[in-house]
């Protein structure tokens, strides 16, 4: 029995090859976490404080290689599904599943989980999820068929290759069936490699292996906990103290990650983008807002170089709506966004070109226009807004700050009631069909300012449609500028911050252009 | 003494039904519910779920049916569900109650061992320079914001100590247990601390003047004696008001040091149902804390009456 | 003159107190006057300077001077200590006045009010009452300010109630003068002693409300340099790298509420001895 077990570690190492130590079961991963998820059901939630935490309970039908640093249409890897295929002039893709593999209570995983979950994500059910915040995400799908209970097909209206990035987003579970939507939200049921086990409000969250798991030998660490510190000065201490193995996917700010890694050498740290950008929203039904002319004076007040110094000591970056390189892949070239107005180098001279529009429309350093900035009422978004209120006064423009409560904040943008608005807002996956059609389509929810340009839509659809990634990145480019061009939501900070661990854990693969993904921990373990 | 409490029990009712109705429209007059702040984390509201889900709250119900949904529950023992847990509140809060009960007993026992000795030494010695010295102290310690205080005295536990007082659901040694209780008690309890030594001391310096002291002293007992035996315990009757008064006070700087020194207590936790709009848990929490101010004040008062009969006459 | 120098001699803490808060007054009525920069205006290139010959005490994430901010700080501390203890105990004193004197069902009312505001948490109640009227200065005082009435109406109740039986005020009565006259002639100047000495103990306690309603996220909202917003949140966080973002500010308010006590001891002892030693 003893020499069957050695021969099996011997096995296990050869077949591992390359890896240097050999991977240890047991303990407790301790990780921090920012705030309390607003539920379990990460289905419903398009919050990090719900993804991060509950993506291990999941598979999906696909993932992008947790291996590979990016996160890209051409790194997307099997899970659930075993393979997949195009047809009817890519309009008909199919999965094959995997066959044997059981929900964490003993029923078996079928082709008709996957239709059901997309079936609701569609709003082709209605009344089972309580809110669905991605269903623009699915606008492309026609239906879903399932042919036994290995195969699903999803019926297309239009090709769309970005499809398989949603598909391989950890926003994108796959959920049983037969559990009902509130039980998800309190106990979710998953196929992953942890189990729920239980989640106290404003204090813990615990996940445990699932000795069952369809991976053999997945995972390593006999468990997960979560303890929620919202306080991030008392975080970060317990952190340097080693109360924990790892901090909250990107909870520490560029000069925390810093402080820390001072504190503590042997800290492991990755600075990442976030997929969250400042922007300016401004008002275009309200006048004077509706006159271009000073939303244009406006933007050349802005100096992008200051807000990242001030807010990153110079590490957030600078582009348009979409995340920009070497971490993003959509994103404006540097020598791309030479081209685009207002993002020059020098900003005296936009700040000239601003005071020269206002002087045109009768403002002047005795007759500043009076205006609100309508924010958010927690730390990130104020100190943004602190700052655009200090830019604003030097085209004229004399505002005030308004701290609207969270609970009333996007009730107010929907409303449209706000002149300008400093709005911070993430997006779950680098991709341009999700932050196009998330944010720019004329009738979508989350298009606060109204922003509504026929011909540059129809160019959203075609760059969605193409198969040639480096043509299609150039469309992007072009309708990025457009954007900005237009004014449609001004982007002043594309924003970074830092994932801490300590040494002991092992098997953490960072993506680089997202904190969404990679957080299903059936490859990490402890060296304890 | 039985009718005082009866009466008293009569007035306790009141109050309550009074708060019950307070914190009621208090809530509903804060913007947004519940709904909102679930969308908040979605980052849009899609108006048709929006409504859906105030509609299965029952927050669409005129405000008078909700209120008697409310208290016909709470009187049947059934405080309802959480709204963001979507578990039954009396789950969410029992663990946490003896969380919070053991921080402010500390906190209160701490701010009793150090407040009344201090107090007795400042006036006895009144006017030297240990008086001035401990006057100053206490007024100092009622000066500093608490989670300023908490947050440098956390720093300096880690910084010179190397040791990390916040809360841990499993202590690894006894050493840890203490630690992870007492430092965040007594950085709560220093503002009772000060308040009983102030009020310690002015009132040991009324009894010190008294007939019976100076009685006393003349039959040639010794200082020590006259002191404990007789001032120290007409002294306690303050300390036993400023611990009723402190029982409501106490919650605010529970409230910092909870977050400061992350311990899961009801006092964080009800800022935090107060920002999710969850009634049930904030309307039930405010209740139980009612409860236990008006039941410590009461208590208080007859403690009071049985020490010292002179008061009977003033009720 | 004499007199102040009686008092200054056998209450030398009184003197520093005073000494403190009017440092503190004249700080922030000439605020504009002795910071040397303007506190508003960020500067990228000095986010999170350290103190130098430029920045004495350093400067915040957003590159704004420090001492400037603690300057103008000081003009929102002393707005909302001197608003909400106004406010606060003048509303307390005519409800307690009224309800001591009058008596009968307004005095059991008013009675029963206090005692249901006594028994919700203070900082809750601010809590709840910022939230419903939104964070702006004003508001942030009339949400400390609301939860110091009972307090006060009690005391001036308990005073009155005394008041009431003394003989002088029975001969008032009896010679037929008028009850609003009786209260306003009689008893309203001899409770002004525990009313200034209750205020003035107060002071302090305000200061520390806004400070803890601000390390909430409540409060008076940037870009107004409140000293209890200046040492919460993202200073907070820069306590390693960047103490003296948290030390200033937060040695400001305890000296400033510390000098308002050792005045408020002093007063109570002068005005009021029975209350005291």
Known sequence: ?528 | MIQYTLRRLGLMAITLFGVSVAIFVLLRIVPGNIADILFDSAGMIDPAEKQQIVKDLGLDLPLITQYTHWIGGLLHGDLGYSYVSEKPVLDEILPRIPITARLAGLALMFAICTGVPFGVISAVRQNSWLDYALRVVSLAALSMPSFWLGLLVLMAFVDWLGLLPIYDKAPATWGAAILMYCVPAASVGLRSSALIMRLTRSSMLEVLRQDYVRTARSKGLSEAAVTFTHALRNAMLPVITVIGIETAFLFGGLIVTETVFNIPGIARFLVVAISWRDYPMVQNLVMFIAIVVVSVNLIVDLAYMLVDPRIRLRT | MTDALYYARRYPLGVIGALILIVFVLTAIFAGVVAPMDPLTTNARASLAPPSHIYWIGADMMGRDMLSRMIHGARISLAVALGATCIGSGLGAMLGLASGYLGGWFDLIVQRIAEIMQSLPLLVMALVITASLGPSLTNTIIAIAIPLIPNVARVIRANVLSLRELNYVEAARAIGMGRTRIALVHIFPNTLAPLIVLATAQLGSTILTEASLSFLGLGVPEPYPSWGRMLSESAAEYIHSAPWLVIFPGLAISMVVFGANLFGDALRDILDPRQGD
């Open chain 1, 1 to 528: 029995m003893k020499r069957s077990g050695f021969l099996l570690a011997v096995v296990c190492l050869l077949g591992l090859g390359h890896a240097a130590l050999a991977q240890k079961q047991g303990s407790t991963l301790r990780v921090t976490h920012r705030d309390n998820p607003p539920s379990a059901s990460i289905l419903e939630e398009a919050t990090i404080s719900t993804d991060m935490p509950f993506m291990a309970v999941f598979n999906n039908l696909v993932v992008f290689d947790p291996a590979s640093p990016v996160n890209r249409l051409d790194k997307v890897v099997p899970d659930l599904a075993t393979s997949w295929a195009w047809s009817d002039n890519d309009r008909t893709l199919t999965f094959k599943l995997h066959q044997g593999v059981k929900w964490h209570d003993g029923k078996p995983f079928t082709s008709a989980d996957v239709k059901c979950t997309w079936d609701m994500l569609t709003g082709k059910v209605q009344g089972k999820l309580r809110k669905n915040p991605r269903k623009t995400w699915w606008f492309n799908i026609k239906d879903v068929a399932t042919d036994g209970d290995d195969t699903v097909i999803f019926h297309l209206y239009d090709p769309q290759p970005s499809i398989m990035a949603m598909f391989a987003g950890g926003f994108s579970p796959v959920y049983p069936c037969h559990v009902p939507a509130n039980e998800m939200r309190t106990h979710p049921i998953g196929t992953g490699p942890f189990k729920f086990e239980s989640f106290k409000q404003n204090e813990s969250i615990r996940l445990v292996r699932n000795p069952d798991y369809w991976k053999p030998g997945k995972p390593y660490l006999d468990a997960i906990e979560y303890t929620i510190i919202p306080n991030r000065s008392t975080m970060v201490l317990a952190m340097a103290a080693g109360k924990f193995d790892l901090s909250f996917t990107a909870d520490l700010t560029p000069e925390l990650t810093k402080s820390l890694m001072e504190q503590v050498p042997t800290m492991q740290c990755v600075m990442q983008p976030t997929g969250t950008q400042g922007n300016l929203l401004v008002n275009r039904e309200r006048p004077p807002f509706d006159n271009a002319q000073i939303r244009k004076a406006m933007v050349l007040s802005i100096d992008r170089k200051a807000f990242s110094d001030i807010l990153s000591q110079g590490v957030f970056q600078v582009g348009g709506a979409n995340m920009p390189p070497p971490e993003g892949f959509w994103g404006w070239s540097k020598e791309y966004m030479e081209t685009v107005p207002g993002y020059g180098a020098d900003v005296e001279k936009s700040r000239e070109q601003g005071r020269a529009i206002m002087k045109s429309l009768g403002y002047g350093p005795d007759h500043m226009l009076q205006l609100k900035v309508t924010t958010r009422n927690i730390p990130d978004y104020r100190d943004a807004a602190v700052i655009l209120i200090d830019h604003l006064k030097s085209v004229y423009i004399q505002a005030e700050l308004e701290p609207l409560d969270s609970s009333v904040w996007y009730a107010r943008l929907i409303r449209k009631d706000f002149s300008v608005a400093m709005n911070i807002q993430g997006t779950g996956i680098d991709d341009p069909d999700v932050q196009f059609f998330e944010n720019f389509l004329c009738d979508s929810q989350r298009n606060y300012t109204s922003y509504c340009n026929a011909d540059l839509e129809k160019e959203f659809h075609r760059q969605s449609q193409m198969k040639d990634i480096d043509a299609r990145r150039k469309l992007v480019w072009d309708i990025d500028k457009t954007l900005q061009e237009d004014g449609a939501r001004p982007v002043v900070f594309h924003a970074q911050a830092g994932t801490c661990w300590w040494p002991r854990v092992h098997g953490i693969n960072i993506a680089r252009n997202t904190i969404y993904n990679h957080w299903r921990f059936e490859d990490v373990w402890l060296d304890q």
